[in-house]
């Protein structure tokens, strides 16, 4: 027992020795910086909720500012809170700081939270891009994003045609999806519940979210008036860099 213990603290202080020798101390001694600690729990969790990037109010009235509050500070708030709450139960698993890379790859999360990683993680991945690809500003597609998608999709009327009707048609509970495919052609996908197209190895760039919960207040039963309307308020200068950004990258 005695011998064990100092053997390990024999161990411990070769392993202090160690640290001095890779030069840490010194560094920490210069900048004066308080040490960083090792490995502090985040007991809430390691995703955050963003805060939605304009007022509640912005989007009216094609997004009543009632549906923002829910829409944003309930079920997208539940996504982050229920899925950090999966992930504490496997501390073992570190994911990853961005949350499209932990739905990206969803065989490296163990499988006993797997489901809920994609289900809650997904939910927070695509309610976080979608607040940004909605806008009160006036703005049409440009530079590469306008001619690719005249060239892949045949413009933006056949866009919303083609989104209309795939949304329409979705039954149940899900998106409706403009992707860079894995070939890095525009193309437009249906998926259920909150499965994020990263998942499917796709770049998402703008989604409708046609889960009853984006519209039931104020369309009530009419899915096809609230896809109608969200074209009012589509960002389309933020989806254009994106898909630069995508091209480059
Ligand atoms: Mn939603």
Redesign the pocket.
């Known amino acids: 027992m005695l011998t064990t213990r100092r053997q390990a603290l024999k161990t411990l202080t070769a392993a202090a020795l160690g640290s001095t020798a890779l030069g840490r101390f010194p560094v920490l001694a210069e900048t004066s910086a308080p040490a960083p600690a090792a490995t502090a729990p985040a007991p809430t969790g390691p995703y955050k909720l963003p805060p939605l990037p304009y007022a509640y109010d912005a989007l009216e009235p094609s997004i009543d500012a009632e549906t923002m509050h829910l829409?944003h500070d309930k079920?997208?708030k539940a996504y982050v809170t229920k899925l950090n709450e999966a992930l504490a139960k496997e501390p073992s698993f570190t994911p990853p700081a961005d949350v499209d890379d932990l739905v990206k790859n969803l065989d490296a999360v163990p499988e006993s939270i797997r489901p809920a990683v994609r289900n809650q993680g997904g939910?927070h991945a695509?309610?976080s891009l979608?607040w940004q690809t909605l806008s009160h500003k006036s703005s049409a597609p440009g530079g590469e994003f306008a001619k690719a998608l005249t060239d892949d999709v045949g413009g933006l009327d056949k866009l919303k045609a083609e989104m209309a009707e795939q949304g329409g048609k979705l039954f149940g509970s899900g998106w409706v999806w403009l992707v860079l495919d894995g070939g890095k052609k525009l193309t437009i996908i249906t998926l259920p519940n909150q499965d994020s197209p990263l998942t499917e190895g796709h770049y998402p760039l703008f989604g409708i979210?046609v889960?009853e919960?984006?519209y039931y207040l104020k369309y009530h039963n009419v899915r096809a008036d609230y896809i109608t309307a969200i074209w009012n308020v589509v960002d389309w200068d933020f989806i254009s860099q994106r898909y630069s950004a995508a091209m480059k990258g």
């Open positions: 829409h079920h997208h939910g695509n309610h979608f979210d889960w919960h984006a």
